[in-house]
C-alpha cells in the first residue's frame, strides 16, 4: 500500500512547484521597498489578464519546463505538458503527461479527484468549495502550480498588490509571432510574460524565477490553443471510475480540508 500511495504521489508533483506571483508575506515586504512600476505594464497586464478572468469555461494547452537544483548543485530542467479545462467557478480537468505516468486531474464542487490511467490507481479527495480557495490553500501548504495563477478570477488583482517593479520591455518575436514583452519582480519571484495584442490578449508564455528556493530555478510555461468559450462535455470534470481501477489513499497533508 506504501508503494502505491508514493507512486500517486511522485505523478503528482511535478505539477505543483514553482508559483507567479508569491502571495504570502508579500504585503509587508513591499511596505519595506519602494515600487517602480510602470502604469503601462499594469494596462497591459490587465487587458490580457481581464478576459480570461471573466470566461466562465476556458481550456489551454501549456508546456512547461522547470529547473530543480541537484544534489551536486547543478540545476537540472524537468519538462511536462498540461492540458486544462476549467468551469468557474469550481471545476476543473487536468491531463498531465511529463515524469513518470499520465495523471488526470478532476476537481468537481469540494472533491479533487487524482487518477492514472496506465497503473489505474486513483486517490479522491476533499476540497474547497472553489478553485480560488483551492489554489490559496495550496499555496499555504507550500504547493502551488506553474499554472495556478492563470486558472484565478482574481489573477490580476493579486500581480498589481504584489509588484516591486513592472517594466514594459517592448514587442519581440517568438517563433514569428509578435508580442508584447513584460517584466515583473515581486517579493518572491521575478517573472516575465509574453502576451498579444489586439482585440484578443492572450498570454503566450510566462517565465518564473523563484527567489524561495535555493538556486533559483526558474519554470518556463509556453500557452497553447486558448479558448475562451469551449464546447464542453457533460461529463468532462465528472471521474468515472473505470471498473478494473484501484483506489489508493491520500499523502497527508495534500487534502484541501
Known amino acids: ?41 499594469l494596462d497591459v497586464l490587465r487587458a490580457v489578464a481581464t478576459p480570461l478572468q471573466q470566461a466562465k469555461t476556458f481550456s489551454f494547452k501549456a508546456l512547461v519546463g522547470e529547473e530543480e537544483l541537484a544534489s551536486n548543485g547543478q540545476i537540472v530542467t524537468f519538462f ?96 514569428d509571432q509578435d508580442v508584447h514583452q513584460l517584466a515583473f519582480t515581486s517579493p518572491d519571484a521575478d517573472w516575465q510574460i509574453w502576451v498579444t495584442g489586439g482585440e484578443n490578449p492572450r498570454f503566450v508564455r510566462a517565465e518564473i524565477v523563484n527567489k524561495k528556493l535555493e538556486g533559483q530555478p526558474r519554470t518556463i510555461i509556453q500557452f497553447l490553443d486558448w479558448d475562451l468559450n469551449p464546447t464542453i462535455a457533460s461529463d468532462e470534470f465528472t471521474f468515472t471510475k473505470p471498473q478494473d481501477a484501484h483506489q489508493i489513499e491520500v499523502m497527508p497533508g495534500l487534502g484541501g480540508k
Do not use: C, W
Open 1 to 41: 500500500m506504501y508503494r502505491l500511495r508514493l507512486t500517486l504521489a511522485l505523478l503528482a508533483i511535478p505539477l505543483m512547484t514553482a508559483s507567479l506571483p508569491a502571495q504570502n508575506k508579500a504585503q509587508t515586504q513591499t511596505k519595506q521597498t519602494a515600487k517602480d512600476v510602470d502604469p503601462l505594464a
Open 80 to 175: 511536462h505538458s498540461v492540458n486544462v479545462t476549467v468551469q468557474r467557478p469550481d471545476k476543473i480537468h487536468l491531463i498531465f503527461r511529463g515524469r513518470g505516468q499520465e495523471v488526470d486531474f478532476y476537481r468537481e464542487g469540494t472533491t479533487t479527484t487524482m487518477y492514472s490511467p496506465e497503473p489505474k490507481l486513483y486517490t479522491t479527495m476533499p476540497d474547497k468549495s472553489t478553485i480560488d480557495e483551492s489554489l490559496s490553500d495550496l499555496a499555504s501548504k507550500g504547493i502551488d502550480m506553474p499554472i495556478g495563477p492563470f486558472l484565478r478570477d482574481d489573477f490580476y488583482d493579486l500581480a498589481a498588490k504584489n509588484v516591486i517593479t513592472g517594466y514594459v520591455i517592448g514587442r519581440v518575436k517568438i517563433f
